[in-house]
């Protein structure tokens, strides 16, 4: 069972930027898309970022395109996402979640099997 760890929330300004990161374990990292969601206080789960297993590949949710940024590095394992000219209503818990299946592009939430424990941004105006 694969485990992914995210790291890199915090408090921050409007306008300000953060990066985080999502390391997963074992070794089949590169064989699997990656996807960033997030989940704002009162509200659903969302789609924010995701990225396939060999990284030219990606796809954002309209709300955060052109200030996200989702990468991979697969020597360490770990996907990342560069966020830009934050907002506060960007203030969630960011999860990372892992393709249940190797070698193919997630359609839905649900094609996510395997979650880390989440990260929380929160921006201020």
């Known amino acids: 069972q694969v485990q992914l760890v995210e790291s890199g929330g915090g408090l921050v300004q409007a306008g300000d930027s953060l990066r985080l990161s999502c390391a997963a374990s074992?070794?089949?990292?590169?064989?699997?898309?990656m996807g960033w969601f997030r989940q704002a206080p009162g509200k659903e789960r969302e789609f924010v970022a995701a990225?396939?297993?060999?990284?030219?590949?990606?796809a954002y949710a309209d709300s955060v395109k052109g200030r996200f940024t989702i990468s991979r590095d697969s020597t360490k394992s770990t996907v990342y996402l560069q966020m830009n000219s934050l907002k506060p209503e960007d203030t969630a818990i960011y999860y990372c979640?892992?393709?249940?299946?190797?070698?193919?592009?997630?359609?839905?939430?649900?094609?996510?099997?395997?979650w880390g424990q989440g990260t929380q941004v929160t921006v201020s105006s």
């Open positions: 074992g070794r089949t990292f590169n064989n699997y898309a």
């Open positions: 979640a892992r393709d249940r299946i190797m070698f193919m592009w997630p359609a839905t939430e649900t094609d996510f099997g395997s």
């Open positions: 990225i396939n297993w060999s990284g030219d590949s990606t």
